[in-house]
């Protein structure tokens, strides 16, 4: 592969069926979903603006190339005029696909910058060439002066997301501070005011320093106790304002309403209400509200969840990005996942190695679903998800799970990699489908719905016995979250990937029970494959993972990758031949390296050391510890330049040895007479260009153009 800023020309790029879901909707449940996927849409835009200074302008600058005339008119322009080789253009087109995917010019996993492979010279020559520039010379020229510099721009401080001045982040100033965000998070916990939804902007004035605390809203006006004209904070000046991605959010809400007249449900209703009052007020308590009718709203035929939702992105993990997805639901593959859930409080559950004292003291029990996407407007895919994010709202009201059928059929179609021996890979393809089904199964519902947080409740008392519950590993009382703290608050910069390793673990340990294996339908001579392929693709995932690890910055880039990571050395750690990592020669000269597993020593060497581990996260994540958490976690998320496991050192190969990652194309829905048709698309780049060049229409996208400009122009202020 070429440079790690660049989309290879072999990037996998797929379509994501959704049609066969589609077709068994009824007519009220099909206009149902594509108001719902139109209010997604709109609503992604809001992910450019959160990304990078140029998103929105290097969007606005290629769609219109792309959308003024025809793919194969352009392709003969690029070629004729502009000098364009052929694998040039078709870089140039994998290179929208990957930003209109990322929604954004840094990947959704990983936070790394792409660029163009095609000279910057070349495509300016095209972009004058072009019927877009006919048409609107000095819009053209507009976007191109100011976005083509940032665009191709690769200093050191540009190649990652992270916080000023390190990194880029959309989510601070680039004037703020680490101090600065954690000045903001102690005034927003002494307001008991949570950062979803917000940014923090920094500015003079009257000759003062304002720390601007952006709630996302329709409305911009004055609104107390949201909104605070000015607050003194330990000798600082804070202000609560909102108005951010005012346009977006209110083409979402209209979307929103014509969707509320095909509900099924009450519960439906009142969702797609307060989610639109959180977005015209900039109220996380509406959308909390909003959740809690989601949860409600058990097993419907079209899923939908929407705002501000994961918090990857954000510097110091509190602020979300938005997301937004739209889904049918699998009715014949989640009764798999139900199963699992009702046994999960009585027999599952008991299974993990921390004490009672430190689950919840009921389990609540979530609606799995496995869901085609029809729609999914975020920075990346996942293959399930656990949700909503706010623990209250899963304390009191509980939550749900969903399996990302169709995005998982799509990754476990891509076979091979290196690192590994024939054999691995061949049980791998046997098995790896089921074992990917049973994993995210495990991760999303016992995962990241397990374990409890020790707090103060808001009415003053304890959700512990602090008679009785302990920290084990000292004797002391236990310690625990006060009112106006979360994970969050307390585990800042480390609480995504602390969280996702706390989630694989689980998965990883309770993969080897054999009633769970029953439940997937795992044949008995399968068990001992299955339960091999599940740990060796957690390690091999760890391995692939360094390519995540940023060494300029001495940092990780993505929560995922970071939390293997620290997997694969917890397994290095245990000994015993468990796992054997050793660098080799490739065919072609180069130092290689090849992983293995001895799967005689899974069930007692393995077992005895993810046990050991995920008692520590459990524990250290109740108490809000992240002192001792962090100490832990941080040790072996270190990338040693020597000793047995040099990964500094081999950072260098597992980068040169990547593969590409896949971007998927998405359907389109279209109003037809009183019913709605789903626009299918095929594989390749071109068909993500026609896909989103279809997504609106002419005059939509002079208005989203506006938008996209109009917040730039504030940014830049």
Known sequence: MGSQHELPLDTPILYLKAEEAFAGLSARERRYAHHLSRASWWGGFIILCQTSPESPIIFNLLTRLFRSQPLDTLKEVAIGKAGFTEDEFKSLVVYYSGLVFNLGNYLGFGDRKFVPSVSREKLESLVRASKASLEAPEVMESYMSRCLGPMYDLEETKRFLGMPPGGVTMYFTPNCTQEDAELA???????????????????????????????????????????????????????????????????????????????????????????????????????????????????????????FIEVYRDPVNQRAEFESFVAVVNREQSRKFDTLVERAEDEFLPLLPWGREFEEDKFMRPDFSSLDVVTFASSGLPIGINIPNYKDVKEEHGFKNVSLTNVMAARSGIKGGPF?????????????????????????????????????????????????????????????????????????????????????????????????????????????????????????????????????????????????????????????????????KGDDGLPDLLLTLDRTKIESVGRKAMGDFLTKLQVYRSMGDSKAGRAMFERYSEVPSDGPHPFAKWHEIVVRKRRPRMVLAMPNTRLAGDDVELVSYGEGSECVVQSWVDRFNPGEYEEVETALVAFCDSWTK
């Open 185 to 307: 998070r102690e005034y927003m916990a002494s307001q008991n005011m949570e950062a979803w939804n917000t940014r923090l902007l920094k500015y003079q004035e009257d000759g003062q320093t304002i720390l601007d605390i952006r709630l996302a809203s329709v409305e911009s006006g004055s609104s107390p106790p949201l909104t605070t004209e000015t607050a003194e904070f330990q000798g600082h000046r804070f202000r609560v304002s909102r108005g951010d991605h005012s346009f977006f959010l209110r083409k979402l809400n209209e979307e929103l309403k014509l969707a509320g007249a095909h509900t099924a449900t009450q519960e439906e209703a009142n969702m797609l209400e307060k989610y639109a009052d959180s977005f015209r007020e900039g109220s996380v308590q509406a959308h909390k509200d909003g959740s809690t009718a989601w949860v409600r709203n058990r097993s419907p035929a079209v899923e939908c969840y929407t705002g």
């Open 420 to 584: 590994l021996t024939p054999a691995d890979h061949t049980v791998r393809e046997k098995h790896g489908a089921m074992v990917l089904e049973i994993q995210v199964g495990l991760h999303e519902l016992l995962g990241h719905g397990c374990g409890k947080f020790l707090r103060r409740k808001d009415d003053g008392t304890l959700n512990f016995d602090p008679e009785k519950v302990r920290n084990p590993y000292t004797g002391e009382p236990a310690s625990f979250y006060e009112k106006g703290e979360n994970y969050n608050s307390r585990f800042t910069n480390l609480a995504s990937a602390y969280e996702e390793c706390r989630a694989e673990t689980v998965a990883l340990y309770l993969g080897l029970v054999d009633p769970i294996l029953d439940i997937f339908g795992v044949a008995e001579g399968d068990r001992g494959d299955m339960k091999y392929v599940s740990w060796l693709d957690m390690m091999y995932a760890g391995l692939k993972g360094l390519e995540m690890y940023q060494p300029t910055q001495g940092k990780w880039g993505q929560a995922h990758s970071q939390a293997r990571y620290v997997i694969l050395r917890v397994a290095l750690e245990a000994g015993g031949g468990l796992v054997t990592l050793t660098e080799t």
